[in-house]
């Protein structure tokens, strides 16, 4: 694969074995894929797909990145980081109610010195033109990056990602992933048929149901994989999603999700977030408890990060409790 990118991943993240979960649930085999552990500014998923995305805005002559996201946007707060790292201005457009007091992600926004202007989340996209075209119009030279870095050129970090777990030689036949704007689960799906790894991807779903999500994912893939000029054709029946775990909606964090990150906390000593991961979590456990898995399957959860959301509100209350 011969498209630009600019590296400051922390890359390869290590794979561990998770004995004390997998005993406790009784099997398969658990193993996880630390990327909550790729670097800069607390790491997460983001990073991988911004490598790709920032070498392009390089390419562009871009001096501004603006993106978009909720309050707790991990995407954002990684953005804000390349953009102090690589030099360029950051501005956040940013879906919530502005606190007295910031915490978690937005937080590190602001300790990372990105503009932020609020907005409500239907008014997000209308919002995030405005403030592009303003930023044009101004000689910032803005470069758009879309929601959660799920556009083609980020894809391309996930089927980097698969291409490194095949380096990594290890024996997994599953990989659960929590699966939102779909770049991450896109990139995997095709890095698998370009990389030949034969095992199963199955996305969590955060906030989408699964034909919307399976949609999406596809989409991606197969523009992705024209990009490259790679004749693969991904058809959106290969798209493995699960909605039964969206509980009360995007970012709210129910029992099951609280009960997976002390899990994961207390057996394994790895920190997951309230958002995404912790739903994922919550998903493979159950699937777990009901016999989805067989006894010799190799699952791979792959922790794509968002620690940062345990210290912000509404968790931080609900984990104290
Ligand atoms: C963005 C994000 C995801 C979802 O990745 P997508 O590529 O948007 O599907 C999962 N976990 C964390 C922690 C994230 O920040």
Redesign the pocket.
């Known amino acids: 694969m011969n498209i630009p990118r600019t590296l400051f991943a922390h890359l390869p993240t290590p794979i561990e074995a998770l004995p004390h979960l997998t005993t406790l649930l009784g099997g398969p085999q658990l193993l996880i894929k630390r990327d909550?552990l790729t670097g800069l500014a607390f790491g997460?998923?983001?990073a991988r797909?911004l490598e790709f995305v920032l070498a392009e805005a390089q390419a562009n002559g871009a001096k501004t990145l603006v993106t978009v996201g909720d309050i707790q946007?991990?995407?954002c707060r990684?953005t804000a980081a390349i953009a102090a790292k690589f030099g360029f201005k950051c501005i956040l457009v940013l879906s919530g109610t502005e606190p007295d007091l910031a915490n978690g992600n937005l937080l590190l926004d602001h300790l990372l010195g990105a503009e932020i202007v609020w907005t409500v989340r239907e008014e997000r996209a209308n919002t995030l033109k405005t403030v592009f075209q303003q930023a044009w119009e101004n000689g910032e030279r803005p470069y758009l990056i879309p929601?959660?870095?799920?556009n083609p050129v980020?894809t391309f970090g996930?089927v980097e990602a698969i291409r490194e777990i095949v380096g990594q030689k290890i024996d997994v036949n599953w990989i659960v992933?929590?699966?939102?704007?779909?770049?991450?689960?896109?990139?995997m799906v095709l890095g698998a048929h370009l990389y030949n790894w034969s095992g199963k991807i199955l996305?969590i779903c955060?906030d989408h149901h699964a034909l919307e999500?399976q949609t999406t994912?596809t989409h991606l893939a197969n523009e992705a994989s024209e990009r490259i000029g790679k004749d693969i054709s991904i058809s959106s029946q290969e798209i493995l999603v699960n909605d039964r775990y969206l509980g009360g909606g995007y970012a709210v964090a129910g029992e099951v999700e609280l009960e997976a990150i002390r899990m994961f906390a207390k057996t394994e000593g790895i920190l997951l977030?309230p958002?995404?991961?912790g739903r994922?979590a919550a998903g493979m456990i159950d699937l777990i408890k009901n016999g989805f898995f067989t006894q010799e399957d190799k699952v791979l959860f792959w922790?794509?990060?968002?620690?940062p959301?345990l210290f912000a509100e509404p968790y931080s209350a609900q984990l104290n409790k």
Request: no cysteine.
């Open positions: 909550d997460g998923n983001k797909k946007s991990n995407h990684q929601l959660g870095a799920s980020g996930y992933v929590a699966s939102s704007s779909g770049g991450t689960q896109a990139g996305g955060i999500l994912v977030d958002v995404y991961t994922a922790h794509t990060g968002g620690s959301t």
